[in-house]
């Protein structure tokens, strides 16, 4: 019997791809299901007509970071180091999907910690099932995870109470602090995430790529350097013909036919 992919790939519309990490129970995130995921995320970001891609998972759980029992066995600095560079490990996954061209929509179906969380924070938008939870839950193992982007998220006083209490949240405080932007019944949140990623795929790609990247930058330029690349990015998608025909369509009423170029 041919064993189930730990990644399945959907394209349910023009430009969206949608990507379902399959490990039950909790979706732990160990090298296996890493190779899985940036093969699969590396194939959908050199596809020129993917423009946003939607992941989520399956079950109660979106994705539970790192598998703990085999955290347990690594006894030494140097198979510690080596666990946490793996080149298909959970943060390789996170590194890619921050950097990629395209923008990303975690639909966040269920609990979410830890590793899982770091790895949601990577993703651009964040939609949450009104059934899922929140954990920072590094004090909880004691490590230390998520103190680089939840305060850029939602703002250090919040991502202070999450980060040192490692408590359970709930998706309507989520979306209160701002960690999500929308919560959604179990059964609507995927919809719900194809119908953005459908939106954000309908504008200019060069455009969306060219914003995804700077606002990737935005807490770490100064007003100077702000300033030079907004003129330097502005001037480049201002000379494509992408920007054209999203004038011409809009003066003219009519959807715009992009070509990336």
């Known amino acids: 019997m041919t064993a189930r992919p730990l990644v399945q790939v959907t394209r349910p519309s023009a430009g969206v791809a949608v990507l379902t990490l399959d490990s039950p129970p909790r979706n732990a995130f160990g090298p296996p299901e890493g190779e899985a995921f940036l093969a699969a995320f590396a194939e959908l970001e050199a596809d020129p007509a993917v423009r946003c891609v939607v992941v989520t998972g399956t079950g109660t759980a979106f994705l539970a970071g790192g598998d703990l029992r085999l955290q347990q ?62 954990v920072a839950a590094g004090v909880n193992v004691g490590l230390i995870l998520s103190w680089y982007r939840l305060p850029r998220t939602i703002g250090l006083g919040r991502a202070k109470e999450m980060l040192l209490t490692g408590a359970a949240y709930d998706a309507a405080t989520a979306e209160r602090w701002g960690l999500v932007t929308g919560v ?63 004038l011409a369509a809009f003066f003219e009423r009519r959807p715009p036919v992009f070509e990336r170029r």
Request: glycine residues 4%.
């Open 73 to 134: 066995t690594l006894t030494t600095p140097e198979q510690q180091r080596a666990h946490a560079d793996h080149p298909h490990g959970l943060s390789a996954a996170m590194r890619r999907v921050e950097e990629a061209r395209v923008p990303v929509v975690a639909a966040v179906n269920g609990d979410v910690a830890g590793g899982g969380l770091e790895f949601a924070l990577c993703c651009d938008v964040r939609l949450a099932a009104s059934t899922a939870r929140f």
């Open 184 to 246: 959604h019944e179990p059964a609507a949140l995927l919809p719900a995430a194809v119908a953005l990623a459908e939106r954000i795929a309908s504008r200019a790609p060069l455009s969306v790529e060219a914003t995804k990247a700077c606002a990737n930058r935005a807490f770490d330029l100064t007003t100077e350097e702000a300033g030079r690349l907004q003129r330097q990015t502005f001037l480049e998608v201002f000379a494509t013909r992408d920007h054209e025909e999203a």
